[in-house]
């Protein structure tokens, strides 16, 4: 088969080999699952930010396409000695690489190549190979490459008015970083293209075998059939213990029965294993009560949604800072009563934060805690919107410092059921504590998709009809998540007193 290999296919060949012949291979196969809504976003953002950077060079020629055209008409331009060119196609020998720009340099008669990353630093591991890559590819075709450029956003910048493309980004110079791993990334492409060439499926595992599961391949399942669908590759921070998992995998242990009682583990995992293998619920709830009993009323569960924008929108906005749009607001005057739901949604196309904070003003008292799923996340949106809407930061100080982490029982092992799979998420804990109650009934089941449905919502060329769908989804998706809350809490509270005469928690 005519065969090139792309310096997007060397990236993935360098996580996993296996994974990329499958790919070129059995297509089929790797592209079985649809790309999640975190991954549509992710390329999504990538053509958004590039094209933002192409700004940066306002005499680029922009090459079209990738083929036998392109190329040509590339090199035609740099004969011609065309000063910047965006998406240049070069091929090689069995290579191929569009760079992002390239620039001619009349003082050396060489070019400069810049690469855009859609990132707040360099990631060394991904983004200096990429470089080299194209590098090695342009030496080779006799195109002189003095310096060498990676172009990311600066997270420190704050738009103020109109975007400042020149204080976006940052222009790196990785020049003797790429030149040192040049030698190395063409001795690893002459390696990829000798793989992924072979016409016969490699045999065994995949290299993902020794990864955790939220780091293996797209078909992994393929590659390891012996692998179960919960196992050694889901304990806690297994990824973090490469020695524990080679040790397990180099001896053929994959289900947690057949770990070794003499394997050191942390207390975490141990406690884990221990609950999947024996089917033991592990309750402190002395510990519980006095989590519980340290709130006071009234609860309010609070959820919030959001977008991070790569490219800032607003003022007092970085790279990447979080706008929240949306939050839901489960509140509980008294232990026994119903919770009483509020809720708002922004679906303008300007900035959410004053409304939001105004809303939310209006919404939470001055007195009872504030309960939260992950209170970093949260805090985090807190202080960040008084930062910039300065009526509402002290009130937003204030919500802080009553904040209560409801995840924190589950982080400090209180409360270990199998169920949990080690996982201290509300997409696993629900479940278990609460099966009446899912997200299976909804459009939207996880934050990612909220976030994107949103941009959709505001930022898109959708109909009415669309865009109440949209709104209706969104507003069914985060109530949910403040009601899974109260329900987890209304669980541990009925656990804990299930045996005794009540003693209410503090009361305002």
Same mark, same amino acid.
Request: proline share 2%; glycine share 6%; hydrophobic share 35%.
């Given at each position: 088969m005519s065969f090139f290999l792309s310096k997007t296919d060397y990236i993935l060949f360098r996580d996993c080999p296996k994974n990329v012949w499958f790919k070129i291979?059995?297509?089929?196969?790797?592209?079985?699952? =649809? %790309?999640?809504?975190? /991954?549509?976003?992710?390329? *999504?953002?990538?053509?958004?930010?590039?094209? &933002?950077?192409? $700004?940066?060079?306002?005499?680029?020629?922009?090459i079209e396409g990738r083929g036998i055209e392109a190329q040509r008409f590339t090199q035609n331009c740099i004969l011609k000695q065309e000063h910047v060119l965006f998406q240049p196609a070069f091929s090689k020998d069995g290579f191929f690489a569009a760079a992002d720009v390239l620039r001619f340099e009349p003082e050396t008669g060489g070019h400069s190549i810049f690469e855009v990353k859609a990132t707040n630093k360099v990631d060394e591991k991904v983004h200096l190979y990429d470089l080299a890559f194209q590098v090695v590819l342009l030496r080779n075709m006799g195109i002189e490459i003095g310096k060498i450029n990676l172009i990311h956003l600066d997270p420190e910048y704050v738009r103020v008015g109109?975007?400042?493309?020149? =204080? %976006?980004?940052?222009? /790196?110079?990785?020049?003797? *970083?790429?030149?040192?791993?040049?030698?190395? &990334?063409?001795? $690893?492409?002459?390696?990829?293209?000798?793989?992924?060439?072979q016409e016969t499926e490699p045999k065994g595992s995949c290299c993902c075998i020794y990864k955790g599961r939220s780091k293996h391949c797209t078909t992994f399942k393929h590659s390891n059939p012996h692998v179960p669908e919960y196992g050694i590759h889901d304990i806690a921070r297994i990824g973090n213990s490469k020695k524990k998992l080679e040790e397990l995998v180099d001896i053929s242990v994959f289900h947690l029965h057949e770990i070794p009682e003499e394997m050191e583990l942390s207390e975490i995992q141990r406690n884990q294993v221990l609950a999947h293998v024996r089917d033991k619920v592990t309750k402190d709830e002395l510990k519980i009560k006095k989590e519980i009993n340290s709130l006071v009323f009234p609860l309010y569960f609070l959820d919030y949604e959001t977008f991070p924008a790569a490219i800032p929108r607003f003022d007092g906005f970085t790279p990447y800072q979080q706008i929240p749009f949306q939050y839901s607001l489960h509140v509980l005057n008294a232990p026994n009563d119903e919770p009483a739901h509020h809720q708002f949604l922004f679906t303008g196309s300007g900035d959410p934060s004053a409304d939001l904070a105004e809303a939310l003003r209006r919404d939470i008292g001055d007195v009872g805690s504030v309960i939260v799923?992950?209170?970093?996340?949260?805090?985090?949106?807190?202080?960040?919107?008084?930062?910039?809407?300065?009526?509402?930061?002290?009130?937003?100080?204030?919500?802080?410092?009553?904040?209560?982490?409801?995840?924190?029982?589950?982080?400090?092992?209180?409360?270990?059921?199998?169920?949990?799979?080690?996982?201290?998420?509300?997409?696993?804990?629900?479940?278990?504590?609460?099966?009446?109650?899912?997200?299976?009934?909804?459009?939207?089941?996880?934050?990612?998709?909220?976030?994107?449905?949103?941009?959709?919502?505001?930022?898109g060329t959708l109909n009415d009809k669309e865009k109440e769908k949209i709104r209706e989804d969104l507003l069914r998706y985060c109530e949910r998540d403040t009601y899974a809350m109260y329900v987890i809490w209304k669980h541990l509270r009925d656990t804990c007193y299930r045996s005794e005469a009540i003693v209410e928690p503090v009361a305002s």
């Open positions: 291979h059995k297509p089929d196969l790797y592209y079985a699952s =649809e %790309l999640s809504d975190f /991954e549509k976003n992710i390329i *999504e953002t990538g053509n958004e930010v590039e094209l &933002v950077a192409r $700004q940066l060079f306002p005499d680029g020629k922009l109109g975007l400042n493309i020149h =204080e %976006l980004f940052k222009i /790196e110079d990785v020049t003797n *970083e790429v030149n040192g791993l040049c030698d190395e &990334v063409s001795t $690893q492409m002459q390696e990829a293209l000798t793989y992924l060439t799923w992950h209170k970093s996340f949260e805090c985090d949106v807190n202080e960040k919107l008084g930062n910039r809407i300065s009526s509402a930061k002290s009130f937003l100080e204030n919500v802080n410092d009553r904040v209560f982490d409801l995840e924190e029982i589950f982080k400090k092992q209180h409360y270990v059921h199998k169920g949990f799979m080690g996982s201290t998420s509300i997409k696993y804990v629900l479940p278990v504590l609460a099966p009446e109650l899912s997200y299976s009934d909804l459009e939207i089941h996880e934050g990612g998709t909220a976030s994107q449905s949103w941009n959709k919502l505001t930022t």
